[in-house]
């Protein structure tokens, strides 16, 4: 392994974002808290992050949202068991009126999820859904690896919450 250490100007930096119709994410960034129904060719879960369903999938997720400097937290399993009901509509779940702060995972903001195995896509297919600066966000991609899921989801979420755009 390597270690690579850039120093930046914020002045070059920022007229180079600008030239890309970008600008610099300086806020502080928000704990995603990622609700994720997932439909395989056998079986059927919500995401945890205390769950033996899919540890891969957990440690995937945390890959994703490292390089971009972003804290994505999943559900423990006692709470998906307590909003089980709730959880049966997710892909239709109006992030507000289905989670509480209190029922965020320790998040600041819901990015709410599924992803479905598809033969016919020779993958996955993962549509999302955000809310953010009085807006709905939706954004979906098919036939990845679940990896290339999370990094399309923390991507996206990443536009949304920096004011950088739409996924």
């Known amino acids: 392994p390597h270690d690579l250490t850039c120093r930046y100007r914020p002045a070059t930096l920022d007229s180079l974002l600008a030239d890309l119709g970008r600008k610099p994410w300086l806020s502080p960034r928000p704990r995603i808290a990622v609700w994720l129904a997932v439909k395989d060719q056998k079986r059927r879960f919500v995401l945890a992050r205390d769950s033996s369903e899919s540890p891969y999938m957990a440690d995937s997720l945390q890959a994703a949202a490292e390089p971009l400097a972003l804290s ?36 600041d ?6 992803l479905v195995w598809s033969d016919a896509a020779r993958g996955w297919i993962a549509q999302w859904q955000m809310d953010a600066g009085g807006r709905r ?9 679940f990896d290339d899921a999370f990094r ?15 996924p």
């Open 72 to 107: 994505a937290v999943l559900p423990d399993a006692a709470t998906v068991t307590a909003r089980k009901s709730a959880l049966d509509t997710l892909p239709q779940a109006d992030p507000a009126q289905l989670f509480s702060p209190a029922a965020q995972a320790d998040g």
């Open 109 to 114: 903001v819901p990015l709410i999820g599924t």
């Open 137 to 145: 966000y939706r954004w979906q991609v098919s036939g990845i690896s």
């Open 152 to 166: 399309n989801a923390m991507r996206g979420a990443a536009r949304i919450l920096s004011g950088n755009g739409a």
